[in-house]
C-alpha cells in the first residue's frame, strides 16, 4: 500500500537530525479503530434506549412555551453517546502504536488512558441522568462538575495550564519595574491560576454544551464539528513526537483517541437527533459533550498556549451563546441560572428560520470557528490572543446591535409554520 503524503496543518518545522515527522496514515491508521466502535455502537444502543425510555416513562413533554417540539419525545440519547464513546475508548487499548517501529523507552506498546478520564465523564452523566430523570439544582451541578474538574487536576492534567501567560507577565513586570518575584512565588501564582482555570473551563464548557441543547440536533452536531477540529489540531501535534519523553507520546495518541471516539459517538447519535428528533440526549449528554471538549481543551493546553487559543475558538460558538445569556440575565436583574428563550438558536427561529435552517446556520458558524482554530496554529500566540479578542468583542457588539443581549419578546412564529409537516422541536434545559 503506497504512503500518504504528509498533511500538515502548520508550517513544517526545520527536521533535526534523528527527528521524526510521521504522516496522517501513520497517527491515523492504528486508532481509527476507536471511531468505528464508538460510531457504531452509538448507531445500534441509541433506539434501544429509546425504547428504554419509553418503557420506563423518561420523556421530555412539550409545554407550550418555552419547549418547542410538539409531542413527547424520549431521553437517554446521552447514555448511548457516552456508552459510544466509553467502547471507542476500550478498543484503544488493543490497538497498536502509532509509534511503535521507534523506540519509545518508558512506555508499553499500548497507549495508557488515565482512569480519571472515564471516572470523570461517567460522574457528570450519572448528574445529567438524574437531571433528566429527578431534576436537580443548579447549585448542585456546579459542585458535581468541580468535583469533576478536580480529579482531573489530581491526575495531574490541567496543573501548569497558565504557565506561559504568568511566565511571560512575570518575566516584563521583572523587566519594567524592577520588582523581585522568587521561583516559589511564580510557582504558586501558576498552580492557583492553573487550578482555577482548569476549574473554570471544565464548568464552562459543561453548561455551555447545556445551554446549546435547544433545538434537535443542534448540540450533537456542532460537538461533531468542534471533535473534527480537535481531532486535527490532535494529528498534527502527534506528527512530530518527542520520543524522548514517554510521557508526550503518550499524551500525542491519547488526543487522538478521545477526539476520534467522541466525534464517533456523537456521529452515531445524530441521525436520530437531527430534526424531526426521534430521541432527545438529554442532560446526560449535553454534559458529557461539555466535559469531553473541556478535557480535550486542556490536553491541548498542555502542549502550548496556541493550542490552547485554537481550542478554545473552536469551542467559541457555545462559549458566545453561554457569555451572552448570563449578560443577558445580568442586565436584566434575573438569576443567571433562569431558564429564557432569547438563546442564538431561538433568535434564529424567531426571525423566520425553520429549525433545520437554524440548526444548519449554526453547523456554519462552528465550522467557521473551526477553521480560524485551524488558522491560528499557524501564528504567533500574541497574534492568535489578538485575533481572538477581536472577534470575541466584535461579536459582543453585532450581538448588541442585533437585540440580542437585552431581553424582548419573541417574534411568534405563524401558524402555518407550526403546523407544518417538520415538526418543529427542540429540547429544554433545566439551565437554557
Known sequence: MPELPAFNLGPPP???????????????????????????????????????????????????????????????????????????VSVSQICQWHVGQYAVFGLSDRITVPPVAVFGATLVVLLGLWDDIRHIKPIMKIVVQVAAACMLLWAGFGRTLTAPFVDAFVIRLVNYTGLEITKDLQFWIVAVSSFAFTIAIVVFCCNAANLMDGLDGLCSGVTAIIAIGFVLLSIHIAQFPQLANPASVNRDALRVVLGLALLGSVLGFIPFNFNPASIFMGDAGSLFLGFSCAFMIILLGEQEAKWLLAGL????????????????????????????????????????????????????????????????????????????????CGIIVAAYKMGMIHEKVIIKRVPPRRESPEAESGESKVWD
Open 14 to 88: 526545520t527536521p533535526l537530525p534523528g527527528k521524526v515527522i510521521l504522516t496522517v496514515d501513520d497517527i491515523l491508521y492504528p486508532y481509527i479503530w476507536v471511531f468505528y466502535a464508538a460510531f457504531l455502537v452509538a448507531f445500534m444502543f441509541t433506539p434501544v434506549f429509546r425504547r428504554v425510555a419509553i418503557m420506563w416513562g423518561i420523556i421530555d413533554k412539550p409545554d407550550g412555551v418555552r419547549k418547542m417540539h410538539r409531542e413527547a419525545v424520549a431521553y437517554l440519547g446521552g447514555a448511548a453517546v457516552f456508552l459510544g464513546w466509553l467502547c471507542g
Open 313 to 392: 475558538v473552536m469551542f467559541a460558538l457555545p462559549v458566545l451563546d453561554t457569555a451572552l445569556a448570563f449578560a443577558r440575565r445580568k442586565i436584566a436583574g434575573r438569576k443567571l441560572f433562569s431558564p429564557d428563550k432569547q438563546h442564538l438558536h431561538h433568535q434564529l427561529v424567531a426571525r423566520g428560520l425553520s429549525v433545520k435552517q437554524a440548526v444548519l446556520t449554526a453547523y456554519a458558524l462552528a465550522i467557521f470557528f473551526v477553521l480560524l482554530g485551524l488558522a491560528v496554529i499557524y501564528m504567533r500566540t500574541r497574534y492568535a490572543g489578538a485575533i481572538y479578542l477581536v472577534l470575541f
